[in-house]
């Protein structure tokens, strides 16, 4: 198999895209979507998000210090892609995308009710790395819409149909190819 070397870059992909909510101090709420975010650590339970400095979401997760990862599904895959071109210094996005603003159960910033996960968060540390700044914030609640529990309590993401961003195209997940730990269990 040929290959070829390419300028240095990021190829990491795919990436879980999200629809990152938060409200400024007058209480105006506003989306960004994010594909760099990430899973820092399990105890305390954080994670990050990088964000640009010129865009609009920039000041106001810094200056509040907190957000709701909300994640994205098939159908909402179109609202996924608006909140990530449009600013929300010239529209209101919940609006815009028939979207609902449901109260979080602890921070200020709004949940995306019609998302299967919110995941409020409190900015710990801002790292300035180049042409985005990282917040490393703790979980501090996850929100769960029942819909996906199944018998046994047990969330199952993928009936909401979750989607995957891949160097500018959003994707379907697909099937299900195997659970961890799979490859050395011993067979029944």
Not at 42 to 69: A, D, Q, W
């Amino acid at each position: 198999m040929a290959k070829q070397t390419w300028k240095a870059g990021n190829m990491l992909y795919p990436l879980p895209v999200v629809m990152v909510s938060m409200a400024d101090e007058t209480g105006k709420s506003n989306i960004i979507t994010v594909a760099w975010a990430g899973t820092i650590c399990t105890n305390p339970p954080m994670l990050s998000i990088s964000v640009r400095p010129e865009r609009y979401s920039y000041e106001i997760l810094k200056r509040t210090g907190e957000f709701v990862v909300n994640l994205t599904t098939e159908r909402l895959a179109y609202a996924t892609d608006y909140c990530g071109v449009r600013s929300g210094k010239d529209v209101d996005k919940f609006k815009e995308m028939k979207l609902t603003e449901e109260k979080a159960s602890i921070v200020k910033a709004p949940l995306i009710q019609e998302s299967p996960v919110n995941i409020e968060c409190k900015v710990k540390k801002v790292e300035e790395l180049g042409s985005h700044h990282m917040f490393l914030a703790e979980i501090v609640a996850v929100n769960i819409d029942e819909t996906y529990l199944n018998e046994k309590n047990k969330f199952e993401l993928s009936k909401s149909n979750p989607i995957v961003y891949s160097h500018g195209e959003y994707y379907g997940i697909g099937n299900l190819l195997g659970t961890f730990g799979y490859s050395v269990r011993k067979k029944k």
